[in-house]
């Protein structure tokens, strides 16, 4: 264990990146996770905090940057570390995740640990395993509690204290009030401060440490912003949203605390932010908004202080200032100019502002992280997400746009093969991203697509009404639009593509998971003349089961959101469910499904396997019994990276008989 750790170590110390590519684009390179998912700086700028993979095992490295030396923090059993806070300039705070059937990456234990830059001071402060503690000073002794903790707030004038809120797991489907705590970060004692006033929510506080906003969806399934003055002030409803109205959401304060900033609705906009007056609880003008695209997040200031800009992502990634002088900027600016073609985005800063993480990454390129020091204006490398990939050797995703058949405006993307960008006639595979709603295609890197395009295939995504990004109005387009218009749109992308020559007609596929597995079968049924195969990965087959099996129904919220999001019409869900209409197909199908799926209960995949296998329909069949929505474990991404390509091979370029029955 010590060779690991030194070897561990030493990898995250590498500051000068060398090119590592050794050979071709493999399945088990594109499947492997990611070596560093987060990287974070102290608050004084002496200590890097970030989470890695080293042989297979996650760690916390805790590097000195003063010194060039640091250590490794294993997780307990096997987990991995999936969130961590400096709450002061030596100590750590972090949450740990663990595989749960049902999901296709690690799920919060609901614990949270503490851990000293140096190593030392490890402990559970809060979770269904802490051990009680017997200081007699203590505000109150620690006990284990069978709930979910989270941070809301790190309290940067307080380097003993965080605010976290408590979520108990035994309060029945649909949840319980969320109580919020003061703890110290010392030895996990704690004191109630608030209870929020809507379930399952979340909050937003001031600078001084002071939960102001709770904001989630009530039972009806629609947004409610609750408000209060301040400490031990009563909560009031400030916005709530309806069948017709969106409610505007807080999103952080300004460094004087008089202004926050919200997503709003402004008339013919996708998106804006607007300031809000603390003191007249009264909207301002937006100070950013967009024709296209919503706000993806808001760029904060070095210190994490103030409100200085927006990303969004009508196309690429883009960054916009209410500050363009601030420093946050200016870091921005710089390496952008330095990394042409690379998106930029600041990770975390020290409390002086003197010095940042930044994050840059692209279409193909993972990403590395990077050190900004203000004095010099400079960026050094500090390491890299995924080092074994070679950015040169990806597929480049190029944003296209086209009108569908009542003229809605609808965004994606297409990658081709390397060396094939003005490439025709090739074979496509229109690969349909789940939700469908909340959720977009992005201009990032996608190891599915990379897959993919690597191995000879066009790949087309499209953001179907529905998906998120492009404002609320094309969202609720999308409502009570599985299998009708949101299909069509597909369908519109296809012919598209067409006819722009990039594919022919009869060398198209389908491919999605989840919502996109729904599509892609529905796809092929409602036009079986249009692609020659489809894949299903963890998808929805029969819209009626939705109410009955997997876990958005379990809750009432959840049966509310169905209703008005799919519809609840009997007739039309039994008309639009793949598994009703398989006299109509002519496609090819490959159906993927893991066993542990609680979202999308494999009964769906397993149902529409038998079917098929009743009217001696051959096709192919991938189930994996430990798997969840979407596989996690490496070899079998690679395994399903392997197999839907040849699949998808033999329908494009060979022969499209015989897909097989396995």
């Known amino acids: 264990m010590k060779t690991l750790f030194k070897r561990a170590v030493a990898c995250v110390l590498c500051l000068v990146l060398g090119d590592v590519w050794a050979g071709g684009v493999t399945f088990t390179d594109l499947a492997r996770h990611v070596q560093y998912q987060q990287v974070k700086i102290s608050p004084d700028g002496h200590y890097l905090a970030a989470t890695t993979v080293v042989d297979g095992k996650p ?281 042409p073609g690379e998106s930029v985005r600041i990770v975390s800063g020290t409390s002086d502002g003197s010095k940042a993480v930044v994050l840059a990454s692209s279409d193909m390129d993972p990403g590395t992280f990077y050190l900004w020091d203000k004095a010099t204006g400079k960026a050094v490398p500090l390491l890299q997400r995924a080092p074994w990939i070679k950015p040169m050797a990806m597929a480049a995703k190029q944003p296209v746009e086209f009108k569908a058949r009542d003229g809605l405006t609808l965004h994606g993307y297409l990658s081709t093969p390397p060396g094939k960008e003005q490439a025709k006639h090739m074979p496509l595979v229109l690969y349909v991203h789940g939700g469908p709603f909340g959720i977009r295609d992005e201009w990032n890197y996608d190891p599915y697509v990379q897959a993919l395009a690597t191995h000879g295939f066009a790949v087309l995504q499209v953001n179907y009404r529905g998906s998120s990004g492009y404002g609320n109005a094309f969202v609720e387009n999308g409502f009570g639009e599985w299998g009708g218009k949101m299909q069509d749109d597909l369908t519109d992308a296809t012919d598209w593509a067409i006819k722009q020559g990039i594919a022919d007609a009869g060398h198209v596929c389908i491919f999605g998971g989840s919502y996109g597995g729904y599509a892609a079968l529905e796809g092929a049924v409602k036009e079986p003349d249009l692609y020659r195969c489809a894949i299903g990965y963890v998808g929805v087959y029969d819209l009626a089961m939705m109410y009955s099996k997997g876990d958005i129904s379990d809750w009432m919220p959840g049966k509310n959101y169905l209703r008005y999001s799919m519809g609840s019409d009997p007739a039309q869900l039994a008309a639009r469910s793949p598994i009703n209409q398989l006299d109509k197909l002519k496609a090819n199908v490959m159906l993927i499904v893991g066993g542990q799926d609680t979202r999308v209960p494999p009964q769906h995949g397993e149902n529409l396997h038998a079917a098929l296998q009743k009217r001696g329909v051959a096709h192919e069949w991938l189930y994996k019994p430990n798997e969840g929505h979407g596989f996690y474990d490496e070899k079998n991404t690679a395994e399903l990276f392997e197999r839907v390509t040849q699949f998808l091979d033999r329908n494009l370029n060979g022969s499209s008989a015989g897909a097989g029955s396995h």
């Open 59 to 339: 760690l916390l490295a805790l590097v000195d940057l003063t010194k060039q030396n640091g250590v490794m923090i294993k997780p307990r059993e096997g987990n991995q570390v999936i969130n961590l806070w400096w709450v002061n300039d030596r100590r750590v705070l972090y949450t740990e995740g663990t595989k749960i059937a049902g999901w296709d990456r690690p799920f919060s234990t609901g614990e949270i640990f503490a851990v000293n830059a140096d190593g030392g001071g490890t402990q559970l402060l809060f979770g269904y395993r802490a051990s009680p503690s017997f200081q007699a000073s203590l505000i109150q002794q620690r006990q284990p509690e069978r709930a979910s903790g989270e941070i809301i707030d790190t309290l940067r004038d307080d380097e003993n204290h965080v605010l976290i809120g408590v979520t108990p797991w035994d309060s029945g489907i649909d949840g319980d009030y969320t109580k919020i705590f003061l703890m110290d970060v010392r030895d996990g004692s704690k004191h109630q401060v608030a209870t929020a006033p809507v379930r399952k929510a979340e909050f937003v506080t001031d600078h001084h440490g002071v939960v102001r906003f709770a904001f989630g969806w009530g039972s009806n399934a629609y947004m409610q912003v609750h408000y209060r003055e301040g400490e031990g002030k009563p909560w009031t409803l400030l916005f709530q949203a309806t069948a017709k109205k969106e409610a505007p959401v807080p999103l952080a304060f300004n460094r004087d605390d008089n202004v926050v900033y919200m997503s709003c609705d402004v008339p013919g906009k996708a998106g804006a932010i607007c300031p809000w007056d603390v003191g007249k609880q009264a909207m301002q003008e937006p100070v950013w908004s967009s024709d296209v695209a919503n706000a993806e997040d808001l760029v904060y200031s070095i210190d994490h202080q103030d409100v200085v800009g927006v990303y969004s992502m009508p196309a690429t990634p883009t960054t916009e200032a209410f500050a363009p002088d601030s420093d946050s900027m200016k870091a921005i600016i710089s390496l952008s100019h330095d990394l």
